[in-house]
């Protein structure tokens, strides 16, 4: 979506609101597209003393995965986007300054990338989430698995120096 700026540019205190559905369902991150669900997008631009001034939010819900039990799980996305509008810069480039076109701004490629920018690296159906168990796969929030625990052969030789210690009886002097 282009948001026409023109008539606001030059009138300092001149404000223009935006609210669309911004529709990421076809991108695809990590295997998975968490964006099945309209992004409800909203805010407004002001011209602060000369200045324009976009400040808006994203808010949506993702469908995705535990990280370590593998569960589906729904998310909530909520994703606030402030940044500055300008003609041209004045000076070199800058990431916090995003350039008009002809007086318009694109809208769909600031919140997309705010909204993509904004994923956690990981999900937790809960923060106590135990996961899975390395050896059979079963769910260790549903209780202990069973499987015999192997020891690291690496670590055969410390586990025979704390059998030899339990086993030696206590000397008192």
């Known amino acids: 979506m282009r948001l026409d700026l023109r008539d606001i540019i030059r009138t300092p205190g001149a404000s223009r609101d935006f609210a669309w559905e911004l529709d990421l369902s076809q991108?695809?991150?990590y295997g998975e597209k968490p964006f099945d669900h309209p992004i409800h997008v909203s805010?407004?631009?002001r011209n602060m003393a000369g200045a324009l001034q976009l400040e808006g939010r994203a808010v949506s819900e993702l469908d995705t995965h535990c990280d370590r039990c593998l569960k589906?799980?729904?998310v909530a996305l909520d994703?606030?986007?402030v940044t500055l509008l300008a003609e041209e810069l004045e000076d070199e480039e800058s990431d916090e300054i995003v350039l008009l076109e002809n007086g318009t701004a694109d809208l769909e490629e600031i919140f997309s990338?705010?909204?993509i920018l904004a994923l956690d690296g990981k999900h937790l159906?809960?923060?106590t989430c135990k996961g899975l168990c390395g050896a059979c796969g079963a769910d260790?929030?549903?209780g202990p698995c069973g499987c015999k625990k192997e020891l690291d052969p690496r670590l055969a030789v410390l586990a025979k120096l704390l059998d030899k210690d339990s086993s030696e009886p206590d000397e008192e002097t």
């Open 113 to 115: 990338t705010a909204c």
């Open 72 to 74: 589906p799980i729904t």
């Open 79 to 81: 994703v606030p986007v």
């Open 43 to 45: 805010g407004s631009v």
């Open 125 to 127: 159906c809960a923060e």
């Open 140 to 142: 260790l929030n549903e």
């Open 27 to 29: 991108v695809t991150l």
